[in-house]
């Protein structure tokens, strides 16, 4: 079955300094995905994304956070300064259409942000 | 607003047996999917079994099947015949079936089975 790739699996950085968090969609993919995770909570919906532009935002996607598509095949999460509270799995997620099109998930990467 | 409601935070059972796990959504929608997923330790998603609201006849995948209950708003998992790799987090989702399809997901239920 194809896979959607993250990288890296663990990221650690300090407080206050950028991240990005890389994934790669399966390839005949057009609707991209980012959610999180953190330790011990449910799952959480932070952003879609299609035809190049962020179609949908959660209360959690603010300022600080961005997407982009560089390549036609990474999709990438940035988080401009990171906060401690941004300490969390990040999945992302992509599938081919819509009309119960099945969803695919990364295997994470894991940010610890000191 | 969408919520899913996992009413369960743990539960356990003997390996062979037949568990049970409950969700609740609220939605005032009527075109909407939906799922288990589960999450092993390894933290990945995976999905187990999915359900469309418009069909009335309840989703079965292998052990794994669904109840639900449109008018009461309840998608609840069976899992027969229980495995000790059936082990790990079971989460709850919804998703509408227009607009971007975010899911929505229910706080889980940590399930372990005991050989």
């Known amino acids: 079955e194809p896979e959607v790739t993250q990288t890296p699996s663990h990221q650690v950085t300090q407080m206050g300094q950028e991240v990005i968090l890389r994934c790669v969609p399966i390839s005949n993919h057009l609707y991209f995905y980012w959610y999180r995770q953190i330790l011990g909570q449910k799952v959480e919906f932070l952003v879609s994304?299609?035809?190049?532009?962020?179609?949908?935002k959660s209360e959690i996607f603010d300022d600080q956070f961005s997407v982009e598509r560089p390549d036609g095949s990474n999709f990438t999460l940035k988080i401009r300064s990171t906060k401690l509270e941004d300490s969390a799995m990040y999945f992302c997620?992509?599938?081919?259409?819509?009309?119960?099109?099945?969803?695919?998930f990364g295997s994470g990467t894991q940010l610890s942000v000191l | 607003a969408q919520t899913v409601t996992q009413s369960q935070p743990e539960m356990s059972v003997q390996e062979a047996e037949t568990v049970t796990l409950s969700c609740t959504y609220d939605?005032?929608?009527?075109?909407?999917?939906l799922f288990w997923y589960k999450q092993p330790p390894s933290r990945q998603m995976i999905l187990v079994i999915r359900q469309e609201a418009y069909k009335q006849q309840n989703a079965t995948e292998n052990r794994f099947s669904v109840n639900f209950q449109k008018a009461a708003k309840s998608f609840s998992l069976k899992i027969s015949d229980s495995q000790l790799g059936d082990t790990a987090m079971y989460f709850c989702a919804y998703n509408l079936i227009q607009g971007a399809q975010k899911l929505v997901f229910g706080q889980g239920t940590r399930l372990t089975i005991n050989p």
């Open positions: 994304f299609y035809n190049n532009e962020i179609s949908e």
């Open positions: 939605t005032s929608e009527s075109n909407y999917y």
């Open positions: 997620a992509s599938r081919r259409g819509q009309n119960n099109e099945k969803l695919f």
